[in-house]
C-alpha cells in the first residue's frame, strides 16, 4: 500500500515551458500598452488580464498533501492557500542562537494583537476596498489546524499583523531598539559610507542579520549588483536600471509571439499564486511587475526558460527594496500610489539582484533540474550521516527525499518558512559564501532533523509526507531561523570532509 502511495504522489505528464530565444538587434516595435504607464509621454491604456480555466486532476493523495504544485499549468489549487504566511509575537536577535535555545515562549505578548480566532471570515472596509481581517488568516486549512493540534509541538501564541514581521525590524508595534541593535546599525552605516566598502567585514556582519534601516543597500552590494566603491554606485544603478527598461521596450511585446506565449502564460498562471496570503502581492501594478521581471528574465536565459518556483525568489527582493519607502503597514500598502520613477527602480534592482541569486544555481532551472536532483541526493546522503533513525524511519516507509525536499531546493525553502523568516535567510545566504548554492544544503539538512521528534511519532507513509509539507513554522521569526542557521553551521564544519557532490 505504501509502494502504490509513493507511486501515485508524483504528476504525471508534467510540463515545463519551452526554453526561449531573444531576438537580439531586432527593431524596437511600438511601445506595448501595458508598459504606457512606465513611460508618461505615452497614453494609459486598460491592462488585459488572461484567466485560466479550472481543472480538477489532482490525485486524490495528492490533494491530501496541501502540496503547492500543479497538476496541471491551468488548475487553480485552492490548497495551496495554505501556505505558512502567517505571524505571531517571537522575540528578535538571532544573536540568541548561538548561546541557548528559549525555553519558554508562550509568555511572549505584543501589544495591539488579535486574540480572536472565530472571525475567520470577518473583512473590513478601508478607504471603500474590502480588506482582509487579521484573524482571517489564523489557520487557513483544517488538516494544518488538525496538525499542529494533535503535535502539540508549539505553545499557543497570539497573532500580530503580518506587515510587522515582513521585515522583522522595529517596524509599527515592535519592541524599541536594544543597545546592541543601535550598535550593530551604527557599524553597518559606518562600513557603507566608506568611500571603499569592505565587502568581507560587511559579510561578517551580515551573518547575524542585516537591521532593516539599511539592508537594501547592503543586499545590493552583497549580491554584486552596486560596486564596493561609493562614488560609482549612483552611475552603476543609473545605467543598470536604464538597461532593464531598454530590455522591456525591445522584448516584452514577444510575450504574445507563437514562441513564446507558453511561457508567459505559465508566468502569468502563477503571479497570482505567489504569497496569496498578503495583499500587497495581489495588487495589479505589483502582479505586472512580476510579470514583466519574469519573463524579460526566462528570455534571456533560454538554458532554462521560466520554471515554477522562479516567481517566488522575486518577492524577497521586492519587499526588502520597497521597504526603503514604506516603514509601516507594508502589507496592504498601494504601491500604485508611490512616484513613478519609484516603482520602476523598485522593480528594476529586484530583475538585477534576483538575476544574480539565480546565476549562481541556475543548474537548479535546466531541463530535468539536474542542479536539484544532486542536492536533493547530497541531502539524503548528509542525512544518513547526521541522523540515521530518520534516515531508517524513511526507508521503513518508503518516503523518498525526492517527495518532499524537492520543494525544499526549487523554492529556497520558501513555501516552508513565512516571508519574514526568508528574508532574515536571505541575510546569511548573500554572507555565506556560496550561500544559495551551497549552504542551503546543510539548512535544510538542520531545518529537516529540527522536526525529528514529530518525524519519528509518524507511523505511516501518509502521514510523514503531510507532517513534511505542512510542518509548523507560522510562529517562526528571527529567534528560530538563527537557531537553524546555528545548526546549519554547526553541520557544515563537522561534515568538511562531505563528498564533493555535495558542493555541486
Same mark, same amino acid.
Given at each position: 500500500?505504501?509502494?502504490?502511495?509513493?507511486?501515485?504522489?508524483?504528476r504525471?505528464?508534467?510540463?515545463?515551458?519551452g526554453?526561449?530565444?531573444p531576438?537580439?538587434g531586432a527593431?524596437?516595435?511600438?511601445?506595448?500598452?501595458?508598459?504606457r504607464?512606465?513611460?508618461?509621454? %505615452?497614453t494609459k !491604456?486598460?491592462?488585459?488580464? #488572461?484567466? *485560466?480555466?479550472?481543472? /480538477?486532476s489532482? $490525485?486524490?493523495?495528492?490533494?491530501?498533501t496541501?502540496d503547492?504544485?500543479?497538476?496541471?499549468?491551468d488548475?487553480e489549487? %485552492?490548497?495551496? !492557500?495554505?501556505g505558512?504566511? #502567517?505571524? *505571531?509575537?517571537?522575540? /528578535?536577535?538571532? $544573536?540568541?542562537a548561538?548561546?541557548?535555545?528559549?525555553?519558554?515562549?508562550s509568555g511572549?505578548t505584543h501589544?495591539?494583537?488579535?486574540?480572536?480566532?472565530e472571525e475567520?471570515?470577518?473583512?473590513?472596509?478601508?478607504?471603500?476596498?474590502?480588506v482582509?481581517?487579521?484573524s482571517?488568516v489564523h489557520?487557513c486549512?483544517?488538516?494544518?489546524?488538525s496538525?499542529?493540534q494533535?503535535?502539540q509541538?508549539?505553545?499557543?501564541?497570539?497573532?500580530?499583523?503580518l506587515?510587522?514581521?515582513?521585515s522583522?525590524?522595529?517596524?509599527?508595534?515592535?519592541?524599541?531598539m536594544t543597545?546592541?541593535?543601535?550598535?550593530r546599525?551604527?557599524?553597518?552605516?559606518?562600513?557603507l559610507a566608506?568611500?571603499?566598502?569592505?565587502?568581507?567585514?560587511?559579510?561578517?556582519?551580515?551573518?547575524?542579520?542585516i537591521p532593516?534601516?539599511?539592508?537594501?543597500i547592503?543586499?545590493?552590494?552583497?549580491?554584486?549588483?552596486?560596486?564596493?566603491n561609493?562614488?560609482?554606485?549612483?552611475?552603476?544603478?543609473?545605467?543598470?536600471?536604464e538597461e532593464?527598461?531598454?530590455f522591456?521596450v525591445?522584448y516584452y511585446?514577444s510575450?504574445?509571439?507563437?514562441?513564446?506565449?507558453?511561457?508567459?502564460?505559465?508566468?502569468?498562471?502563477?503571479?497570482?499564486?505567489?504569497?496569496?496570503?498578503?495583499?500587497?502581492?495581489q495588487?495589479?501594478?505589483?502582479?505586472?511587475?512580476?510579470?514583466?521581471?519574469?519573463?524579460?528574465w526566462?528570455i534571456?536565459?533560454?538554458?532554462?526558460?521560466?520554471v515554477?518556483?522562479?516567481?517566488d525568489?522575486?518577492?524577497?527582493?521586492?519587499?526588502?527594496?520597497l521597504?526603503?519607502f514604506?516603514?509601516?503597514?507594508?502589507e496592504?500598502f498601494e504601491?500604485?500610489?508611490?512616484p513613478?520613477?519609484t516603482?520602476r527602480?523598485?522593480e528594476?534592482?529586484?530583475?538585477?539582484?534576483?538575476?544574480?541569486?539565480?546565476d549562481?544555481?541556475?543548474?537548479?532551472?535546466?531541463?530535468?533540474q539536474?542542479?536539484?536532483q544532486?542536492?536533493v541526493?547530497?541531502?539524503e546522503?548528509?542525512?544518513s550521516?547526521?541522523?540515521?533513525?530518520?534516515?531508517?524511519h524513511?526507508?521503513?516507509y518508503e518516503v523518498e527525499?525526492?517527495?518532499?525536499?524537492?520543494?525544499?531546493?526549487?523554492?529556497?525553502?520558501?513555501?516552508?518558512?513565512?516571508?519574514?523568516?526568508?528574508i532574515?535567510?536571505?541575510?546569511?545566504?548573500?554572507?555565506e559564501?556560496e550561500?544559495f548554492?551551497?549552504?542551503?544544503?546543510?539548512?535544510c539538512?538542520?531545518?529537516?532533523?529540527?522536526?525529528?521528534?514529530?518525524i519519528l511519532?509518524?507511523?505511516?507513509?501518509?502521514?510523514l509526507l503531510?507532517?513534511?509539507?505542512?510542518?509548523?513554522?507560522?510562529?517562526?521569526?528571527?529567534?528560530?531561523?538563527?537557531?537553524l542557521?546555528?545548526?546549519?553551521?554547526?553541520?557544515?564544519?563537522?561534515?568538511?570532509?562531505?563528498?564533493?557532490?555535495?558542493?555541486r
Amino acid at each position: 500500500m505504501a509502494t502504490e502511495n509513493r507511486i501515485n504522489f508524483w504528476r504525471k505528464n508534467a510540463k515545463v515551458p519551452g526554453s526561449v530565444q531573444p531576438v537580439y538587434g531586432a527593431q524596437h516595435p511600438p511601445l506595448d500598452p501595458r508598459l504606457r504607464r512606465l513611460y508618461p509621454k %505615452d497614453t494609459k !491604456l486598460k491592462f488585459n488580464n #488572461l484567466k *485560466s480555466k479550472k481543472t /480538477s486532476s489532482f $490525485h486524490e493523495f495528492a490533494r491530501s498533501t496541501n502540496d503547492a504544485w500543479d497538476i496541471d499549468d491551468d488548475e487553480e489549487d %485552492d490548497d495551496f !492557500l495554505a501556505g505558512p504566511a #502567517l505571524c *505571531s509575537s517571537l522575540p /528578535s536577535g538571532a $544573536h540568541s542562537a548561538f548561546t541557548q535555545k528559549q525555553q519558554d515562549m508562550s509568555g511572549v505578548t505584543h501589544s495591539g494583537m488579535s486574540h480572536s480566532t472565530e472571525e475567520d471570515t470577518e473583512h473590513k472596509h478601508v478607504n471603500g476596498k474590502v480588506v482582509k481581517s487579521n484573524s482571517e488568516v489564523h489557520l487557513c486549512t483544517s488538516s494544518v489546524r488538525s496538525t499542529l493540534q494533535k503535535q502539540q509541538s508549539l505553545p499557543v501564541r497570539p497573532i500580530i499583523p503580518l506587515v510587522a514581521r515582513i521585515s522583522d525590524q522595529n517596524a509599527s508595534g515592535a519592541p524599541p531598539m536594544t543597545v546592541r541593535e543601535k550598535s550593530r546599525l551604527d557599524k553597518f552605516k559606518q562600513l557603507l559610507a566608506s568611500a571603499n566598502t569592505d565587502l568581507e567585514e560587511l559579510r561578517k556582519h551580515s551573518w547575524s542579520g542585516i537591521p532593516r534601516e539599511v539592508r537594501p543597500i547592503t543586499w545590493r552590494l552583497l549580491s554584486g549588483y552596486l560596486p564596493a566603491n561609493k562614488e560609482r554606485r549612483e552611475l552603476v544603478l543609473k545605467r543598470k536600471r536604464e538597461e532593464y527598461f531598454g530590455f522591456i521596450v525591445q522584448y516584452y511585446h514577444s510575450r504574445t509571439d507563437e514562441h513564446y506565449k507558453d511561457t508567459y502564460r505559465q508566468i502569468h498562471i502563477d503571479i497570482p499564486r505567489t504569497n496569496p496570503l498578503i495583499p500587497l502581492f495581489q495588487q495589479p501594478v505589483v502582479q505586472e511587475v512580476f510579470e514583466r521581471i519574469l519573463f524579460i528574465w526566462a528570455i534571456r536565459h533560454p538554458a532554462s526558460g521560466y520554471v515554477q518556483g522562479i516567481n517566488d525568489l522575486v518577492t524577497p527582493f521586492f519587499v526588502v527594496f520597497l521597504s526603503e519607502f514604506v516603514m509601516e503597514d507594508m502589507e496592504n500598502f498601494e504601491v500604485a500610489a508611490l512616484p513613478l520613477d519609484t516603482q520602476r527602480n523598485i522593480e528594476a534592482d529586484s530583475f538585477w539582484c534576483m538575476s544574480k541569486l539565480l546565476d549562481g544555481i541556475q543548474d537548479n532551472y535546466t531541463f530535468a533540474q539536474p542542479g536539484i536532483q544532486n542536492k536533493v541526493k547530497a541531502l539524503e546522503e548528509l542525512v544518513s550521516r547526521i541522523d540515521e533513525d530518520i534516515h531508517n524511519h524513511f526507508k521503513k516507509y518508503e518516503v523518498e527525499y525526492l517527495q518532499f525536499a524537492f520543494r525544499w531546493m526549487n523554492n529556497l525553502l520558501m513555501r516552508e518558512l513565512p516571508l519574514r523568516c526568508t528574508i532574515r535567510l536571505w541575510d546569511t545566504y548573500q554572507a555565506e559564501a556560496e550561500g544559495f548554492s551551497h549552504f542551503h544544503l546543510y539548512v535544510c539538512a538542520a531545518f529537516l532533523i529540527e522536526w525529528r521528534k514529530e518525524i519519528l511519532s509518524m507511523v505511516d507513509f501518509q502521514g510523514l509526507l503531510i507532517l513534511l509539507q505542512n510542518l509548523p513554522t507560522i510562529h517562526w521569526g528571527n529567534e528560530e531561523v538563527g537557531l537553524l542557521l546555528a545548526e546549519a553551521y554547526r553541520l557544515k564544519y563537522m561534515f568538511a570532509d562531505a563528498p564533493s557532490h555535495y558542493k555541486r
